[in-house]
C-alpha cells in the first residue's frame, strides 16, 4: 500500500474565559498551553445526576456518507463531484478492503479543493479523485473512483439499527483538519495536540528516541512548520478525572512493533511514565466486555478497536458493526445501562467521500463531517441531530457530567449533545438489544489481534 508522508500542524490555542475560538498570531507563532477555563460551579447540571457512566468508542476512518448514506432524515448524497466537475455516482464498496486511501493531511487540501490563501479553507469537496487510492498500482479497485464509496446496507445494518433505535448526529466534525488517527486521537484526550499533524515517524509517543518525531503545521497552514517528539504534557481529561478523583480507563491494543498506535496516552509523557499508565491503561480492548459483566466499569471510558474490529480500510475484515453492537449491547444489558451515556464516533473521514463542507475556525480546524451515534436509555428514539459537534461536543459533556474544567479551545467553542440529543426528563427506556453477525462471546474470545493500519 503506497502512503504519503505530509508533514502539518502547530496548533497555537489562546482561550480565554468568554473566546470560544483559537486565536493565532502569525508574528510570534510558538507552541503554548492553552488556558484553562474555570470548573462548573455544580457537576452534572446537564443530566440531573442521571449519567454516572460515559463510554466513548473510538472506530476508525469513515465518512459520514461512507457509512450512513440513504439514512433516513439525515444529510447524504448518492453522488459527488470530481475536480474535472464530472458527477460521480456514489458506489457500493464493502469494508473488507485489502486497500486504503491516502487521507493525509495533503490529500485532505486535495479533496477540499477549495480556494484562498489558507490551504483547505472554502472547500467545494469536490478533489476526492486527487487521492491516491491504494488498490490502484495492482489494479484491483472495485469501482472506477474507489473514493467516491458507500458500505452496503448489508453491512452497516448495526450501526443503522443503533441510529434508528437512539441517535445519529449528521454534523459532527473533526476538531482537527487533518484525516490523522494520531491527532484525533489527542483530540478526545485533551482538546488539542500540541501543534502535532499527521503521523509520527516510528511509535506514536512515549519514549520514543532522536529519530521519532511529528510534524508540525504554521499558522497559515504552512507545511511543514516544524517537528517535534510525540511525547508531551498537555493537561487531559485523564488529569482532571484523576483530580477530581473519578475513575477512568483508556482501552487498546498494546503493539509490539508500533507501540502505542490508537493509544492516546502514550504520547502523554507524565501518564506514560506515571502510575496511570498501569492503572488506567488497559489491554485488550475487550477487557472492556469483561469489566461490565464484572461489575467494574469505570465513571470514564475509552474503547479502541482492533484492526480487524475497527472499520478502517485495509485491514480486510466487516467486524467493526459487530464489534461495536457487542460494546452497546453489554451496557444495555448490564446494571449500567441506566446511568451510562455512548458516544461512538469515527476519527477521521479515511479518505472517503463527503458532500459537506467542514468550517473554518482556526489555522488547524475543523476536518471532515464523521458519523456520531449517541445512546442511552435518555437519547431521543429515531432522532436524527442536525446541531454542529466537534470532537471538544464530546469532551464538553463529560466536563459537565463531572464538573471539570474546560481543556482547550475545541471543547470551549463546542457544542454539547446535551441538550439536542437527549431528554433527560423522561424515564429510562428499556434496552432493546441491536443484532448482529458476532455477538459478546465472539469479541471476549477474540484472537489478539496487533497490526497497525496506520503506519503514514
Known sequence: MRVYQHPAAL?????????????????????????VLPAMQQPDSVSGGKIKHVVIVVQENRSFNNLFMGFPGAKSKKYGYDSYGHRIKIRPVVLETSWDIDHSSGSMFAACNGSGSIPGTNCKMNGFNLEYAGCRGSNSCPIKHPQYAYVPYSETKPYFDIGKQYVLADEMYASNFDASSFVSHQYIISGQSLSAVDYPYGPWGCPGGSGDSVAEVGPQR?????????????????????T????????????????????????INHIYNGPDWNKDVISQPSQFLTDVKNGKLRSVSWVTPTCGDSDHAGCGSNRGPSWVASLVNAIGQSKYWNDTAMFIFWDDYGGWYDSEPPAYVDYDGLG????MLVVSAYAKQGYVSHVHYEHGSILKFVEDIFGLPRLAASDARAKSPAKDCFNFSQPPRKFKKIPSALGIEYFLHELPDHRPPDTQ
Open 11 to 35: 496548533r497555537l490555542i489562546a482561550a480565554g474565559l468568554t473566546l470560544l475560538l483559537a486565536a493565532c498570531n502569525a508574528g510570534s507563532f510558538t507552541t503554548a498551553q492553552p488556558s
Open 222 to 242: 504552512q507545511i511543514p512548520y516544524g517537528r517535534e517528539q510525540p511525547c508531551w504534557d498537555p493537561t487531559t481529561l485523564g488529569d482532571e478525572l484523576d
Open 244 to 267: 477530581a478523583k473519578v475513575p477512568w480507563a483508556y482501552y487498546a491494543v498494546s503493539y509490539s512493533g508500533f507501540p502505542g498506535l490508537w493509544s492516546a496516552y502514550q504520547a
Open 368 to 371: 471532515f463531517r464523521i458519523p
